[in-house]
């Protein structure tokens, strides 16, 4: 926080806030406040957290052989950032920018750093040997309760930030996002999800298609929204079987491949002259029919 900053009743409930939980605020000048405010309003207030952990997919579908567990989202690591950081404090998107933990002193952080740009991954395909036995397995390795939701192509950091907050207030248990070509954890996003990326685990992979054809192998109904789909999303039964929501992208929608690799194309029906919804809209009409189905299934 910095020096000499009016005594705000809000500056005094953040101290309040942040010492309750034991989290360290330190006074600094104005200038180091400046020289690493991640906007040009920062209110005289700059918050450093841990990154976050990108979860493996197969976590996230929450395999029943081994010892397979979902990994926290905010879980201490020491091996540098992940991809998933939110940056500093801002109202705009910030492609990737890495933030470490909390700093023992402000000067290290005014010091210029280099962000290496990831190598272009090549989408990996999974494998699947002997048919007779993918079946046999298929619908015995994931929960039931295995509730994920797979976004292609999303760009809008707003999108992802709604997608991301009705995901956790719908029960999804994990959210899947393409490594390229779709906005990431942004200070943006992490607005406007409102608390959501601390409570759903985030698993980064190469490329949908691929990711798609994975959760195929280990029995996860991957089902895509489209307008074109055969069947609407409520006439589906989505209540009793570990289910894939498939997102496309604004605009265009899925990706074909992405189209090509679902088990089964959904499309919301609508009643007036727009002949779409928001992708945000879209993605939370669908995860509430899951929801209310699993909670119908519980009575």
Known sequence: ???????????????????????????????????????????????????????????????????????????????????????????????????????????????????????????????????????????????KTTFLVVVDGVTDPQNLGALLRSAECAGVTGFVLPRHRSAHVTPTVTKVAAGAIEHVSIAVVPGVPGALQELERLGVWTVGLDERGSETVFNLPLGDRPIALVIGAEGRGLAPLSRQRCDVLARIPLHGSIDSLNVSAAGAVAMFEVARQRSTQHR
Do not use: C, W, Y
Not at 72 to 83: E, H, M
Not at 88 to 93: K, S, Y
Not at 100 to 108: H, I, M, N, R, S
């Open 1 to 143: 926080m910095m020096e000499g900053s009016d005594p705000a009743a809000i500056l005094r409930e953040i101290q309040t806030l942040a010492r309750a939980n034991h989290v360290p605020v330190r006074l600094v000048s104005q200038r180091q406040i400046q020289q690493v405010q991640g906007s040009e309003a920062p209110q005289g207030v700059i918050a450093f957290a841990e990154p976050l952990v990108e979860a493996d997919l197969s976590d996230l579908v929450g395999l029943l052989f081994g010892d397979v567990q979902a990994v926290s989202p905010l879980a201490r690591v020491d091996d540098g950032p992940t991809g998933l950081e939110p940056a500093l404090p801002d109202t705009e998107p910030a492609d990737d920018e890495p933030v470490g933990g909390e700093p023992q002193d402000v000067e290290p952080l005014l010091a210029e750093v280099e962000d290496d740009e990831p190598d272009e991954v090549a989408e990996s395909e999974a494998l699947i040997e002997g048919a007779s036995q993918d079946k046999q397995r298929r619908g015995s390795e994931a929960g």
